[in-house]
């Protein structure tokens, strides 16, 4: 697109009152993303907006901003919505930043829209000042009186269903929302930002729209989008599962007198005890290594300097939070861990338990997905001689996004 200013208003303040939910139903996920963020990346990952303003209810608005920072997607900002749809709008598109040129309104809840329907609104605004997205009528509409009897039938031929986005100059929309805001001259609202621009006496014209651009309204809707999403290749919830990433971690650290020894956050009783500058857990530092490495997030070394004074004698565990809290707002959850420590002495097999349970608690996973083991190197090499002990890790995590 050239270089005019374009946003784009998501309205997202609706209940999920139609759905039988007691929430919105744009919080809730498809394939495991919720609709707000599908909806929102559609408009992002079309590269054909400057910004993104979303209008939620009061009650929404912390949670979306989380999810759509979790996500990943860049958002100018979060607005309350008004009483209805026209107030909500009418309060995103006061939201948009003054240089806005064109300005693209889009419902929340339809997040299977693609961008040529979003592209094909932009340039009739470009071009004419508006651009709606429609689709011809499958069946065929009856005009009805107040007793539900039909009165005529307009031709199908002259009807269209009109969806989202409604683009338009942002000089049309925000003079039609200022005249209107109390509603017309009938005392009516819009429920549609055509409608303002029909008020205005502005020609609104149509754009190619798309059958899945289906607006969730209903539990079956979700499941009707979960299919147009599968077909359009998408990883089914139990796919992504499946798709693993491994890492690895190694670390070593030297036996000295006059500190304790501490393996996976046991504190186990000997003579030496390993030397660093945190508490020198050498296993949770290779476990937090193969977490970092499954993740594709560097290592411990660029997390936690050892130049930094406010890791000297730190909790290893602690250190491992944190990395599980990155990995956590990166979209993974771990799946399994082995951790293999390298000691001759002193024997370790009394506290592997503990151990294991140390390694789950920090995890948050279940105990069963989580092994340790020990063992000596038949006294070859400086673990075998006694004077460090080494440890590896593998970590097996999945992302719970996007396939
Ligand atoms: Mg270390």
């Not at 946003?7 to 139903?25: C, H, P, Q, T």
């Not at 071009?127 to 009897?149: F, H, I, N, P, S």
């Not at 899945?212 to 079956?220: A, G, H, S, V």
């Not at 979209?331 to 506290?351: E, H, M, W």
């Amino acid at each position: 697109m050239g270089a005019l200013h374009q946003s784009a208003v998501i309205v997202a303040a609706g209940r999920g009152s139609r759905m039988g939910l007691e929430r919105n139903k744009v919080l809730y996920p498809v394939l495991g993303v919720p609709v707000i963020v599908r909806t929102a990346q559609a408009f992002a990952q079309s590269g054909l907006f400057d910004e993104i303003v979303i209008v939620a209810s009061a009650c929404d608005m912390e949670e979306m901003r989380a999810m759509l920072l979790s996500a990943g997607v860049p958002v100018r900002a979060i607005v309350e919505g008004g009483r209805d749809r026209q107030e909500s709008v009418s309060r995103g598109v006061a939201a948009c930043s003054a240089e806005a040129e064109i300005i693209a309104i889009h419902d929340g809840a339809r997040p299977l829209v693609t961008r040529e329907v979003i592209a094909a609104t932009i340039d009739s605004a470009r071009q004419y000042g508006t651009g709606v997205a429609a689709v011809m009528l499958k069946d065929t509409v009856k005009r009805v009186d107040e007793r539900g009897v039909v009165v005529d039938t307009p031709m199908r031929d002259t009807l269209r269903a009109v969806q989202t986005p409604q683009t338009f100059a942002a000089s049309l929309i925000r003079a039609a929302h200022a005249r209107y805001a109390d509603g017309n001259e009938r005392g009516e609202r819009a429920t549609d930002d055509a409608m303002l621009a029909e008020w205005m006496g502005e020609a609104v014209r149509l754009t190619p729209g798309d059958a899945e651009n289906i607006k969730l309204t209903t539990p079956e809707d979700m499941l009707l989008a979960q299919q147009v999403l599968l077909r359009r290749g998408e990883k089914s919830e139990e796919e992504k599962r499946m798709m693993m990433r491994i890492g690895h971690g190694y670390d070593v650290h030297r036996l000295v007198e006059g500190r304790d020894l501490i393996l996976c956050g046991v504190n186990v009783p000997y003579t030496l005890g390993l030397l660093g500058h945190s508490d020198a857990d050498v296993a949770y530092h290779a476990l937090t290594d193969a977490i970092l490495g499954a993740a594709a997030m560097g290592d411990i070394g660029r997390h936690f300097p050892d130049s930094d004074p406010q890791y000297k004698g730190a909790d290893s565990g602690k250190l491992l939070d944190h990395v599980m809290a990155l990995v956590h707002e990166r979209g993974y959850a771990v799946s399994n861990v082995d951790v293999t420590i390298i000691c001759q002495r002193p024997k370790l097999k009394d506290y592997i338990e503990q151990m294991r349970g140390n390694v789950a608690r920090h995890l948050g996973v279940d105990v069963d997905c989580v092994n340790v083991k020990a063992t000596t190197t038949e006294k070859l090499g400086f673990e075998g001689e006694g004077l460090g002990i080494s440890a590896h890790a593998v970590a097996c995590i999945y992302s719970l996004r996007h396939g």
